[in-house]
């Protein structure tokens, strides 16, 4: 419920901001809030996020050499299967622990010379209550074997039937609204990494598909006659 | 997949995102030869985009004889080398599995294929004998937007010059006739007087009514991009709806439906109040007229109306907006007072570049021509017009919408240049085309609307129909699809799939799309953009213009089009501009728009002219008055006091909701095309109706329920969805229209703005009814 | 079986050279840019320990500046019954990087 409450407050902060002042004559009117109140849809705001927060270049420049790069196969390796919340893959500091508070180095990413790596963006950074779905593997053996198997990752440029074309959204979009987070800029791994991260309106290209597979086909028998 | 497949693959997969991520750290950075290994073999070619009229400027790969890969071309100074997911998959649309490859005709109620020349003849047969036996005004031709400027030309010179009747008109009249109402009634002359790059010096951008992250993305994405370079640009989006474009927007703004036009009086009136008024621009380019008010909606058959302009000064405009205070207005708008007061202090700011943009929202609407005119008040007032960065900019829906339709003048009314019922107009294209002035009548018949419902009456028996999906796109349909069906009515259906017009259809014309023919298309901005055929059309297709001449030929009209098959687009296109040659509508040659990524037009002496009437960019403008309105004998321009008047249908107890319709990013109008490309139809694989959450939590609906649409004019059961993508306010619900499996205009209203006679499809009265599971 | 790739950074005036040694080491595809002096590189290697070999054997030339890992795929040769069996390398990999935080360069 906590979570809940934080996601609308937060999306209301994002939209509802604040009329700005820089109109003297205007100064004086009291501005109120845009009379649309209601949860935004995350799928639709989510994109857009770092437009408003004003983060407009995400693209960081390299630091030192020797970088550990996250790559897709290692993203996959800390997932059940994709979608998955991923597993901590780094020692936890025992303040953070504690606190549970990954927000410093996870909110907006960036690289962390400690451990000489990105910190990955959280898509979800509203969410706070870290540990409720990420934790913290601290045995590598398994209970009882397990008989899981996890499913084939979405394919490289799934939809992009066309070469060159965008690549579809190969997967939902539910806690996975920023796209930015996991595709732009130095933290995301390179071989889903995108080189415009610069433009927010990423459905204009990139369709979510909603009918995998499906083929249009006229309604009604008889096709072109009636 | 082999292993040595599969191997091969994912290297070039690691090198492909190796390159991309040096792009991205590095931007410029280019690899050459390397990277281009699979891309051999293919040639590419420039076009402009098939779908919206944004125009994009696309590179097209062909290989083979096929088309297989699409490219934003980084030289068209459109879209500088971005599309969107249509755009990048638009080829695919040519190779739809049920694509039309040769010429039917009905026969026992059922479409048998034909050889096209039979056809072709019988087409040219039922003309001709329908003209002979109920007059030439019983006969027509509706095209659309997507007709070229070959196609339209000569659909125009075939029907006015040739047959002689003025049943000439195009879908455009469902999209933007407001549009050009308004920019006749303001401005004397057609199309926006500024050019895209407005949009890289504007400070503030307002969308009215207008969801420009689905429906104009690559101009959005501009927009965004001028943004986040200067983080205080402002986007203010005022619509009816919660959408992608608000949720990107800095500021959402919503109001109810119809009263735009009460809001933007109100912005007007604070802006003079608050002393904003820019006093110098009105005193010397500024005329105020006050026209008709209290109009009608075009319900009636045979409905028949002319606007007139009477003199006002700026004390009557003055007290007109008395009634219009933002206290007022924000009661029946639903926008709070200091909303209003804040909109005009973004249009007053002295140091501020102003955009306003708009497209379906202003132009589908009762009182459209006038939504038009109030826009351009603001801006006229303000003086923030026709300068880089200050620009009023009307939006088109359709590739072609502005070359084809408004520039050709493909409408009851229109001649290439000028208007039928002008003597002087009908004698230069008459001298153009080498046909005796009396051929072409000088009055205007039935625009898009009542032409169907003449088709219904029998007043018209024949109509040919090109590159267009009425028995979709139509209000009130159902009227207009069982008119079509008469048995003594004769439809022919030129198009490249079957779809619910062809159905109707006693003869279906196999036509060659886009790139497999040469064609030129004039987008939003006045630029006009030519391609070369690039494919062969499959099967039989042939070009809609091509199926034109040949059947003029078969009707006795072959001396209007003296040209072969080879240089006809050419010949054509040097016929055509004869029309436009003066400084104030110049266009390209057609060496010239073979060369490049396309033109602006006035195109003088080698120079677009990007601000119109601004004497320092537009060579046809007084350089003594600065501003030179020359489409008003006044040279000015006009600002007219249009009031707030209701919607034709408001919602009532029995029709408690407001509907409104429209597109969404994947699909492009009814479908045809854009359901064809299997990644768009994945995306969005069918129509559903959009409820606010409150809504839909009283009336017990949950997401992806059914529910059953019904209005005074019909009923549709369709899935609900709450939250999906985009948001109606309370009492209003959205269905897209593309579906036509689901025809929402079964229930829409075929009430027009008087002026335009553009149908308003925003705004009807809905009954919601939940089904049972 | 890995494949990654590189983006390589050679220090000022030595593209040339780097690129030569580059591409007389086995399992190693050199593609230069055209215009910067970027190099992009395709390692691909028969095991997880020849891939460590070559990217220390990279990681000594001279003229290397810089070095970022784009793109990196274990086993490309088959379909991955289980693929948490690489992960789980990845895992260690992952976890041997952190742990050598303070050391030498890997």
Redesign the interface.
């Known amino acids: 419920m906590i979570t809940v409450v934080a996601l609308s407050m937060f999306w209301i902060i994002l939209?509802l901001?604040p009329?700005?002042d820089?109109?003297d004559?205007?100064r004086s009117?009291?501005?109120?809030e845009?009379?649309?109140a209601?949860?935004?849809?995350a799928?639709?705001?989510g994109a857009?996020r770092d437009?408003?927060d004003?983060l407009?270049?995400v693209?960081e420049?390299?630091p030192?050499?020797?970088?550990?790069?996250s790559?897709?196969?290692?993203r996959?390796?800390?997932r059940a299967y994709d979608g998955a919340p991923p597993l901590i893959?780094?020692?936890l500091d025992p303040l953070v622990e504690q606190t549970q508070d990954c927000t410093p180095c996870h909110t907006y990413g960036g690289y962390n010379p400690?451990?000489?790596?990105y910190s990955p963006r959280s898509p979800h950074p509203e969410m706070t209550n870290c540990m409720q779905c990420h934790v913290r593997p601290i045995v590598?053996n398994a209970f009882v074997p397990s008989d899981?198997?996890?499913p084939?990752?979405p394919g490289?440029g799934m939809?992009g039937?066309?070469?060159?074309?965008?690549p579809?959204i190969p997967h939902p979009l539910q806690m996975r609204e920023h796209c930015v987070s996991c595709h732009g800029g130095g933290p995301a791994a390179?071989?889903i990494?995108?080189?415009?991260?610069?433009?927010?309106?990423c459905?204009?290209?990139?369709?979510?598909?909603?009918?995998?597979?499906?083929?249009?086909s006229?309604?009604?028998p008889g096709?072109?006659?009636? | 997949m082999s292993v040595i497949d599969r191997r091969d693959f994912v290297r070039r997969a690691a090198l492909a995102s190796a390159a991309a991520s040096a792009a991205a750290l590095v931007p410029g950075t280019s690899f050459g030869a390397g990277l281009l290994s699979a891309q051999q073999n293919i040639q590419w070619r420039k076009a402009p985009c098939r779908f919206c009229g944004v125009g994009c400027g696309l590179l097209i790969g062909t290989s083979e004889g096929r088309a297989v890969a699409v490219r934003g071309d980084p030289d068209s100074p459109v879209n500088r080398g971005l599309a969107c997911v249509k755009g990048y998959h638009s080829v695919q649309a040519l190779y739809g599995g049920d694509r039309i490859l040769r010429a039917k005709i009905r026969r026992n109620g059922q479409l048998v294929d034909v050889p096209l020349s039979e056809a072709l003849d019988l087409v040219a047969q039922r003309l001709s004998a329908t003209i002979e036996e109920t007059g030439k005004d019983s006969v027509g031709i509706y095209g659309s937007g997507q007709w070229t400027i070959p196609d339209g030309y000569a659909a125009l010179k075939l029907f006015k010059g040739g047959i002689g009747t003025n049943n000439v008109e195009a879908n455009a009249r469902l999209c933007m006739a407001s549009a050009v109402t308004g920019f006749l009634s303001s401005f004397g002359l057609d199309e926006p007087m500024g050019c895209y790059e407005d949009i890289d010096h504007a400070d503030v951008f307002v969308l009215w009514g207008n969801n420009m992250a689905e429906m104009h993305p690559v101009l959005f994405s501009r927009m965004l991009e001028r943004k986040r370079q200067n983080p205080d640009v402002r986007i203010i989006d005022l619509a009816t709806r919660t959408t992608r474009t608000s949720y990107a927007a800095d500021r959402s703004i919503l109001f109810q439906p119809q009263t735009d036009l009460a809001l933007a009086n109100a912005i007007c009136q604070e802006i003079i109040r608050a002393g904003r008024m820019n006093e110098a621009f009105v005193h010397d380019h500024v005329s105020f007229k006050s026209g008709k008010t209290g109009l009608a909606y075009g319900l009636e058959e045979r409905f028949s109306f002319a606007d007139e302009a009477h003199d006002a000064d700026l004390a009557e405009y003055e007290a007109f907006l008395e009634d219009y205070t933002p206290d007022v207005v924000a009661e029946l708008t639903g926008v709070p007072a200091d909303e209003i007061r804040y909109l005009a202090s973004l249009y007053g700011d002295p140091a501020k570049n102003v955009v306003s943009f708009w497209c379906m929202g202003v132009n589908q609407h009762v009182r459209g021509t006038w939504m038009n005119n109030l826009i351009y008040n603001i801006h006229l007032l303000v003086g923030k017009i026709s300068k880089p960065g200050n620009s009023p900019f009307s939006l088109t829906g359709q590739p072609s919408a502005c070359g084809t339709v408004r520039e050709v003048g493909t409408l009851t009314h229109k001649l290439p240049k000028g208007t039928v019922t002008s003597e002087e107009a009908r004698a230069t294209a008459a001298e153009i085309w080498g046909v005796p002035a009396e051929r072409i009548p000088d009055r205007p018949t039935y625009d898009t609307v009542q032409m169907f419902r003449a088709l219904d009456r029998g007043d018209i028996r024949f109509m040919w129909i090109q590159v267009t999906n009425p028995m979709v796109s139509l209000p009130k349909l159902a009227r207009y699809r069982e008119g079509a069906l008469k048995d003594d009515r004769f439809i022919v259906v030129s198009d490249v799939y079957p779809t619910p017009t062809t159905d109707v259809a006693d003869v279906v014309l196999p036509s060659a799309m886009w790139i497999e023919r040469e064609g030129l298309f004039g987008n939003s901005e006045r630029r006009t953009q030519h391609w070369e055929q690039m494919l062969e059309p499959p099967g039989d297709c042939m070009s809609d213009t091509w199926q034109i001449i040949e059947v003029a030929r078969r009707m006795g009209h072959g001396d209007l089009f003296p040209w072969d098959e080879a240089s006809h687009i050419e010949e054509i296109w040097k016929e055509y501009i004869q029309f436009h040659d003066s400084p104030a509508h110049r266009m390209a040659s057609y060496e010239e728009l073979k060369a490049r990524p396309g033109v602006i037009w006035p195109f003088v002496d080698g120079h677009e002219t990007q601000w119109r009437f601004n004497a320092q960019y537009d060579p046809a403008a007084d350089a003594e008055l600065g501003f030179d309105f020359y489409g008003k004998p006044d040279h000015r321009a006009w600002i007219w006091l249009r009031p707030y008047e209701e919607a034709a249908e408001s919602p009532d107890d029995e029709f408690p909701f407001w509907l409104c319709t429209g597109r969404v990013l994947e699909h492009w109008h009814t479908g045809s095309m854009t359901r064809r490309i299997p990644v768009l139809h994945r995306a969005m694989p069918r129509a559903y109706v959009e409820i606010n959450s409150e809504d839909a939590r009283e009336l017990g609906v949950l997401n992806r329920d059914r529910v059953r649409l019904v209005t005074r004019r019909g009923s549709l059961e369709i899935e609900a969805r709450v939250d999906y993508r985009g948001q109606p306010a309370r009492g209003q619900v959205f269905v897209p229209f593309f579906d036509e499996g689901l025809l929402i205009n079964d229930l829409t209203l075929d009430a027009f703005c008087p002026i335009s006679r553009e149908p308003d499809y925003k705004k009807c009265a809905v009954r919601v009814e939940k089904l049972g599971a | 079986m890995p494949v990654c790739s590189y983006i390589i950074l050679p220090r000022e005036g030595a593209a040339e050279s780097l690129r030569a040694s580059l591409e007389t080491l086995d399992g190693c595809e050199v593609v230069p840019s055209t215009n910067s002096d970027i190099l992009l590189l395709v390692t691909d290697t028969p095991s997880l320990e020849a891939d460590t070999r070559l990217r220390q054997t990279i990681e000594d030339l001279e003229d290397l500046q810089l070095m970022v890992l784009s793109f990196g795929e274990i086993d490309p040769d088959t379909q991955d019954p289980d693929p948490l069996s690489h992960s789980r390398r990845r895992l260690r990999v992952l976890d041997a990087d952190t742990r050598s935080q303070s050391g030498a360069p890997r």
């Not at chain 1, 009117?29 to 109120?32: D, F, I």
């Not at chain 1, 209601?38 to 849809?41: K, N, V």
């Not at chain 1, 030192?64 to 790069?69: L, Y």
Request: charged share 20%; aromatic share 8%; glycine share 6%.
């Open positions: 939209i901001r009329l700005p820089e109109h004559d205007f009117v009291a501005m109120v845009a009379p649309e209601d949860r935004p849809i799928a639709e705001a857009f437009l408003h004003g407009l270049n693209a420049a390299l030192s050499p020797h970088v550990f790069v790559t897709r196969a290692a996959a390796s800390r893959p780094h020692p400690e451990l000489r790596t590598s899981w198997e996890m084939a990752l490289y939809g039937a066309i070469q060159g074309a965008p579809a390179p071989d990494r995108t080189d415009h991260p610069d433009r927010f309106n459905r204009q290209c990139h369709a979510a598909i909603e009918a995998p597979g499906a083929v249009f006229r309604p009604g096709g072109s006659d009636r």
